[in-house]
């Protein structure tokens, strides 16, 4: 039978986002502080995941080896290192977390079965690559707190205590959400970007995190007056919101992840809406599907 096998390594590395084809303005322009001399650092935490069959000692590859390749192939080179000068790709495209976990999967890959290179820039911030060509995946995380009641207003508060629980009580109750926004696109050939990380961030907030924040999303957002806020209905209409600013940022809206508690999260894909969105219009449909 085949298994998936996770390496954990880690470097620390600097970069700047810089274009020597363009000014000094239109650099700062584009890539804001990110262009500053001599450039930035941060502690990347890299996932390796590879594919295989298990051997006879139920092992798919020795972990030991793994190990070794991962430092000789990727960590003795970057880590400590000034990355635009690392690896000569970085002088042609620019040194984004997702173009590095793009290079990093293309020096593993003769050494290694890979199924998925997963690099974290910082905690609310990684990229992912799966062997696609220049295809990658970026992914945001945020947060915003919001009280919410569950209940239909067809229903009665016996009804809608034996379907919800205690989430039904009138005066409702509050959550700190943890947003995970996936988006997914070309990796352009020179800034190394799927989308703008500014642009992409200042969307998240817009759309979302700013008229969500600190409601009572049954009474202060509109959409909820008739929708019952569960997790999953709170996800697709952070989909439904985010979509169109995403492609037009060059990119798609590939996954929303939110974390209502430890205990309870959802995941909406892109490509699931326009089927939502249909269904919405029978009362009866599911409304997300996680």
């Known amino acids: 039978m085949q298994c998936i096998i996770n390496r954990r390594a880690q470097f620390s590395a600097s970069h700047r986002y810089w274009l020597p084809e363009l000014s000094e303005a239109e650099n700062f322009e584009r890539f804001g502080p990110t262009a500053r001399a001599p450039g930035h650092g941060h502690n990347y935490v890299l996932y390796v995941s590879m594919i295989g069959e298990l051997d006879e000692y139920g092992m798919v590859l020795n972990l030991s080896d793994v190990k070794h390749v ?7 080179h970057l880590d400590f290192s000034y990355l635009n000068e690392a690896w000569p790709e970085f002088e042609q495209t620019l040194p984004t977390t997702e173009n590095i976990a793009r290079q990093i999967w293309l020096r593993l890959a003769p050494h290694l079965p890979l199924s998925k290179i997963q690099l974290f820039e910082h905690p609310e911030l990684w990229a992912e690559y799966l062997g696609n060509g220049m295809e990658a995946y970026l992914t945001l995380s945020t947060h915003f707190s919001a009280a919410h009641r569950l209940a239909r207003p067809d229903l009665s508060f016996e009804e809608n205590s034996e379907i919800y629980g205690k989430c039904a009580r009138p005066n409702g109750h509050g959550h700190n959400y943890h947003l995970e926004v996936t988006v997914k696109g070309e990796i352009d050939a020179r800034t190394g970007m799927i989308a703008d990380l500014g642009a992409l961030q200042k969307a998240v907030d817009d759309y979302v995190v700013e008229p969500f924040d600190h409601t009572f999303l049954n009474k202060d ?9 569960t997790a999953e209905n709170i996800a697709v209409r952070i989909g439904q919101l985010l979509r169109s600013p995403v492609r037009e940022l060059g990119a798609e809206l590939h996954k929303i992840k939110l974390i209502e508690s430890p205990n309870n999260s959802c995941e909406i894909y892109g490509a699931d809406l326009e089927e939502v969105a249909a269904e919405r219009q029978q009362p009866e449909a599911i409304l997300a599907k996680v």
């Open 70 to 76: 991962i430092k000789r192939e990727v960590i003795q």
């Open 221 to 229: 957002i509109a959409y909820f007056e008739n929708v019952v806020p």
